[in-house]
T-cell receptor, first 113, second 115 residues
């Protein structure tokens, strides 16, 4: 069965650079969630999209932006990277019909040097 | 806002024995789901079990079961016949229905199964 695909798996950037993380949800899933998990931390909700519209927003810095495209894939854009942005970034998808099951991707490990 | 508390940062258990991980939560909502996720060293987030708040019956998935006490806002996970592959970080999570259905996680419990 198809799963949530995230790319890249690993990303190394310098401070003040820009990064783009991509998420491809399970086919026919129209809802995407982004989470950030720092070292030794629990995942923190960043932002979610339903049918290409932002549906909720959490503790996402102003330096970050995201969108969901017509094919339902989503991209998280991160600018002016800081050392503290180093984390595992998860994407999850669901059908958005209230079936309450989120399927997680394998994550993108971002390291800011 | 909802909060999820896991009071045990680390736990260990011998292989084949039973272990219980604790979780409490705080919410004023009445319609919600609770989850336990497992995160092994690979860091993949794996759903272990979920509980609908409107159901009184405790959820069970093979060796994993929960003790859901709605009035006490408690949601513990029992792992029976522990296996070495159960070694992982376990996160308790809350989802409020009717909103964006995002998950709110606890800080996690690191479980080690010893041979």
């Amino acid at each position: 069965a198809a799963g949530v695909i995230q790319s890249p798996r690993h990303l190394i950037k310098e401070k003040r650079e820009t990064a783009t993380l991509k998420c491809y949800p399970i086919p026919r899933h129209d809802t995407v969630y982004w989470y950030q998990q720092g070292p030794g931390q629990d995942p923190q909700f960043l932002i979610s999209f339903y049918e290409k519209m932002q549906s909720d927003k959490g503790s996402i810095p102003d330096r970050f932006s995201a969108q969901q495209f017509s094919d339902y894939h989503s991209e998280l854009n991160m600018s002016s990277l800081e050392l503290g942005d180093s984390a595992l970034y998860f994407c999850a998808s669901s059908t958005g019909t209230g079936n309450e099951k989120l399927f997680f991707g394998s994550g993108t490990q971002l390291s800011v040097l | 806002a909802q909060t999820v508390t896991q009071s045990q940062p680390e736990m260990s258990v011998q292989e084949a024995e039973t272990v219980t991980l604790s979780c409490t939560y705080d919410t004023s909502e009445n319609n919600y789901y609770l989850f336990w996720y497992k995160q092994p060293p690979s860091r993949q987030m794996i759903l272990v079990i979920r509980q609908e708040a409107y159901k009184q019956q405790n959820a069970t998935e093979n060796r994993f079961s929960v003790n859901f006490q709605k009035a006490a806002k408690s949601f513990s996970l029992k792992i029976s016949d522990s296996q070495l592959g159960d070694t992982a970080m376990y996160f308790c999570a809350f989802m409020n229905l009717g909103g964006s259905e995002k998950l709110v996680f606890g800080k996690g419990t690191k479980l080690t199964v010893n041979p």
